[in-house]
């Protein structure tokens, strides 16, 4: 019914710059009443997955504190995407990315929908 798909993934070396975009689509969009908080979060191997940014339908955001200054995240509601530019990358950030939306729909409860990851390498 949904499908939110990431892309921008790649292998950086420290000090370098990705951008990592997510579209939702699907056919759950037909009765859609508000798509709200968008957001990242990664995992690494052998960890949880943890927040990353995230920003509400109004546009307020949040950053875990490893990545203030470094990430920003915004969206597009009328395209249904959320991005994340990071920049001064560092070894510590590789892992493997996640969007997460929550979508509204006319007569059903507010749900999370997640993206398929993208891996994000920093290395020399």
């Known amino acids: 019914q949904v499908q939110l798909v990431e892309s921008g993934g790649g292998l950086v070396q420290p000090g370098g710059s990705l951008g990592l975009s997510c579209a939702a689509s699907g056919s759950v969009f037909r009765s859609l009443l508000s798509i709200g908080t968008m957001g990242w979060y990664r995992q690494a191997p052998g960890k949880q997955r943890d927040l990353v940014a995230s920003i509400t339908a109004a546009g307020s955001t949040d950053y875990t504190d490893s990545v203030k200054g470094r990430f920003t995240i915004s969206r597009d509601s009328r395209k249904k995407a959320v991005y994340l530019q990071m920049n001064n990358l560092k070894p510590e950030d590789t892992a493997v990315y996640y969007c997460?939306?929550?979508?509204?729909?006319?007569?059903?409860?507010?749900?999370?929908?997640w993206g398929q990851g993208t891996q994000v390498t920093v290395s020399s």
């Open positions: 997460k939306m929550t979508i509204t729909t006319l007569g059903a409860p507010s749900r999370d929908y």
